[in-house]
C-alpha cells in the first residue's frame, strides 16, 4: 500500500458520501422556510406551545373547555414556547433548532469515529455519512423534540465513552436527563453505560450512575410537577398518556420493515467492525438501542424515527470500518460498493421537500380561514397547525391522542360533545 493509494480511496469515499449528504442537505433550505406543516404533529405540537406562550394550563386535566395532550418533554414545550412568536406563531425558529440538533449529531458522529480509530478519514467520513439519511433529513427539518432530545443524550454517551475509565463517567448524566425531560424516547445511552459498569464489576461506579440517575429524575420530575406546573397534572401527561397501546402491524411497517431495508447492512458492517476492535461500550449501547428502537417502534403512534439511536451508532461504526478497511489496503473497490450499497438504502422513507405548488395550497388555505373566521373562532381539526396560524383557537390541540386515550376509556369524550 502506497500514501497515494491510500489518500485516492479516501477522497473517492468522502466524494461519494458526500454527494449524497449534499443531495439532502440541498432540500433542507426550502423545507426551513416552508411555512405550512411537513408533518400534522409539528402542528399539534405548535399549538402547545402557543397555548403556553399564552398563559394556558397545558399539562392541566382534560376538561369540557379545553384538551392539550402536551405528551414529550417538558423542556421542548418550554423552549419552544420562548422561541414563537405568539402573534403569528411559525414552524421557522423551531425547524432551525432541529437543524442544528441534526448537526450536533452529525459533528458528534465524527468524534465517535474518530475516538474509535484515531483516523482523519474516519471523523471526515461519519458525518456525511449521516446526513445521508432521508430519515435525517425529515426530522431535522421538522419542528418536533427528536434531533434536540438526542444530541443531548448522545452527548452524555460521548461524555461516558470519553471517561469511560474513570469517576468523570458521572459528568455524562446532566446531559442525559435533560435530553429525557426534552423527550422520553431516547435512554439506550443511560442504560448501555450502567449496563457496562455491571459487567466489568465496577458496583461502586454503577450505584453512584444508577443513584444519581434516578435521583436527579426525581427532582426534576418534582421541579415540574410542583414548582414549573403547580396544580397541573404534569405526572399525567408526562406518563400515563405516553403509556400508549401496542400494535403489530405498527411494529411491522415502523419497525421490522425499515430495520430489515435500512438498517440491516450498516448493522452487520458495525458488527463486523466490534468484531475484530472490541469496545463493550459500543457493543453495549448498539445493542441496547436496537432493542428498545425494535420494542417502541410497535408504539401505537410511533414511527422509522424510533430507529434514530441504532442509525447513529452504525454510522461511526461504518465509517471507522470504511475507513480502515481504505488504509490498510488501499483499495476501495470493495468498500465503495459497500459504502454505496448503505448510501442507497439511505434514501428510504424519504419525503419530497415543498414545491410551488404546495407553498400555493397553505396561501389558499391561510387566505379562506382568514376570510372566514374571525380570530380566536373555536376550531378543531386534525391539522392543528394551518388553524392556529390563522388566528383561530384550537381547545384540543391534539385529536389523535384524544381519540386513542377516548377509546382507552381514560377519557371521557362527553365534555367535548357538551
Known sequence: MTVRSES???LVVLLFAGLFAASQLATWPNRL???GESNYVDGMRLVEMLHLRQGVPIY??????RFDAAIYGPLYYLLGARLIDASAPAYLPLRLLSALGALGLAAGCGLLAFWLTRSPLAATLAPPLFLSYALVTRHGTSARSD?????????????AFRFQGDRRILLALPFMLLGFFYKQQYVAGPVAVLLVLVIEKRYRTAMWFLG???????????????VIFAGQAFLSHFILYNAVGFSWQQLKYAGLLYAAVVLLLPVLLGRTYLRKHPNRMMHSYLAVS?????????????GSHYWFE??????????????????????????????????????VSSAPSP?????ARDQAIQAYLHRRFPPGTPALSHWAGDMARAGLDLPVSDSDQYRYLVREGILSDQPLLD
Open 355 to 359: 414545491t410551488p405548488r404546495d407553498l
Open 147 to 159: 434531533m434536540v432530545a438526542l444530541f443531548l443524550v448522545f452527548t452524555g454517551f460521548l461524555v
Open 8 to 10: 485516492l480511496g479516501g
Open 60 to 65: 392541566a386535566l382534560p376538561s369540557a373547555e
Open 212 to 226: 444519581l440517575l434516578i435521583s436527579g429524575g426525581l427532582a426534576l420530575l418534582a421541579l415540574f410537577q410542583f
Open 33 to 35: 422556510r416552508y411555512p
Open 310 to 347: 441504532p442509525l447513529l451508532i452504525v454510522s461511526a461504526l461504518v465509517a471507522a470500518l470504511v475507513a480502515e478497511r481504505i488504509e490498510g489496503f488501499g483499495k476501495p473497490g470493495g468498500m465503495v460498493l459497500l459504502l454505496a450499497s448503505v448510501l442507497v438504502l439511505a434514501r
Open 290 to 302: 436496537i432493542v428498545l428502537s425494535l420494542i417502541t417502534a410497535g408504539k401505537v403512534g410511533s
